[in-house]
């Protein structure tokens, strides 16, 4: 009865994901709810020092939305994972530290607005954790060759086109004028979000 | 055996609440914990100092109490729950955006005591969070018409209190002067705590 | 097969303490890290630099081991509990809520060191989050008449010497003059932790 | 039945390692994420602005890593531990007590660049966490004789390596001039992260 024990909660051949899907839910958390603390409650008293806070409030709705995102296609991915391999626990971890960079990039956008780097390195930090994201869903279905994940994966159709458009809203920052660039830039960062809202029916 | 094991972990047609309560905990038990960052160390070292940190200890305490009545809710509500959805995903994160906005309305009240938008602010959120929250019930009922959530929850007059208490309050702390207004529209606040103490019979 | 599932997760007629534990974790996992936040980074580069940081280091060790002591102890309470109740639930968020201030009074203290009322309140909340705690387990007991948690927790010398440790502390604060009265609380205060170091053999 | 639903969560001979694990994630995912509030963003807005931030995001890095590193052993070691102790417990809390000072140094390095003692500080938090680990596995070993962690964890040639390579790390940043000992230092405490990237084949 021990050895039964042991065995559902230690596969002597093979990691299940569930200690790798608690971390990252409490990183996520983490790195979601800190970023709060970039918003500074406005120095008034009444309406017209809340609307100074727009702008932060909007970017930080934003890099909410984002993060969550990554959660809810993490919660999918992980879903349809039978196994997970040390190669896969640092493509997470790794996924994991570009995201953490999220609050400190909303924080310099929510000082600086529509200012044209800021704007380009939110941009870049979100591209870099998708391209990292990306890499995990290699790693995983390396390690669970005989699941569903394998077939399904392939047609990841709208993964390319949320690189595409972070490498347009980028190249938006940089290459119109101040604050046109920026603000068309967001413009594509929150469309984005928009077609991750469709649940992944591949995997739901 | 191995599909025995992946069936309980990851069953193929319906999606269990684990991850999505995992996620909800860790992310409410920051937001609560971080609202007391907004506790600075009084200046002195004698129990004078002590005392003008009593406005700021009395928000955090009711913030604390706000945020603990969401998360039993949501644990009397996730474990009447069998599956979820994209949408039930979806509702819950936004839930948490909402309920994320705590500490920062906390603090600007702390630091503007019975100020009149402030609170007014502060109810609001608290107001829209409680929306967040129905929407959350109607999503997890459509995703488990078969369980006992349906019967039950069409009675819930509590909640529906609890949004009329929240207008209320917000109405008296702009409608009267400061600081009346405010500190009644903060009575109303904490006797809707109150009311929350029960706990609810009906999922208990 | 699919009833089974669900009453393996969520019995109909009691509730298992799983989420209870899981939140109460991170909760305790974000105060303990948080306290970490008030030790700020010594101005200079120079080992003398770091010399001025080592009060702060010891109260944030002897906090940590405070906080740590409360989580072992949780950890064997609700391992010995089968199932909570409504008012178990609301007895832990009350010993969250003052276990939440630890970081702040740590904060007051490492501030204004061996001064007479940090170190009072220090000792008051720490004092009171054990009657928190008391009072937790009247209500896991009231909740799990059947199990061999009555019996053994009737003989709970430990916790009564440790809060008459805390009123010692508190007074000898208070009564002596500063620093002696201070330094002899924060040694019984420390003296309190060691008696908790030795594990919990009756629920081990 | 309830016998049974009581014997599989709370067995009453032995401690499984799962609220311990759990624990301990929510600790090292609110320390790895927290270190991100020392990286404040840059004061400007164009590119040079970015520039300065640059040791800060490498030192950040480089401490984003080694909390990895602890993660991912404390991962492998406990999946081949089938049960805890109280002296394990505390061995657990003793390691993160020391992994909780890891943001406080990255800060300080973070301000001080390359300067002696802050390298060394940084250098030595993490030698003392590396014992406490090594202490961690020795309790881990006496609570489990009959597991295969004891046949393997013998030939820990790896742990020894990182302990003499901190050591060495430490040595370089005290004897050589400024920078030139620090970034000596800086490079073995990289390469020392290195060698744990290769997955513990022992325990995997």
């Known amino acids: 009865m021990e050895d039964k024990a042991t065995a559902t909660q230690h596969p002597p051949q093979e990691m299940s994901p569930a200690r790798l899907e608690a971390f990252s839910d409490a990183v996520l958390a983490v790195i979601i709810t ?38 809810v296609n993490h919660h999918h991915l992980l879903r349809a994972t039978r196994r997970i391999s040390g190669a896969a626990m640092w493509a997470n971890l790794h996924l994991l530290f570009w995201l953490s960079l999220v609050p400190v990039v909303t924080a310099w956008v929510g000082e600086q607005h529509a200012s044209r780097w800021p704007t380009a390195i939110y941009g870049s930090v ?40 972070y490498l347009l809203g980028i190249a938006l920052a940089l290459v119109f004028i101040e604050p046109v660039g920026p603000l068309l830039a967001f413009g594509v960062f929150a469309l984005n979000s928009l077609i991750w809202f469709i649940p992944d029916r591949r995997l739901a």
Chains 1, 2, 3, 4 share one sequence.
């Open 34 to 71: 800190i970023m709060v603390l970039a918003l500074r409650p406005p120095g008034g008293n009444d309406i017209q020092a809340l609307k100074t806070l727009i702008p932060e409030l909007l970017i930080y709705a934003l890099s909410f939305t984002a993060i969550s995102i990554f959660w």
């Open 126 to 165: 979100a591209f870099v954790a998708s391209i990292a994201y990306v890499l995990l869903t290699l790693t995983l279905r390396a390690a669970n060759p005989d699941t569903r994940l394998n077939a399904q994966l392939g047609r990841d159709i709208k993964a390319k086109v949320s690189l595409a458009l």
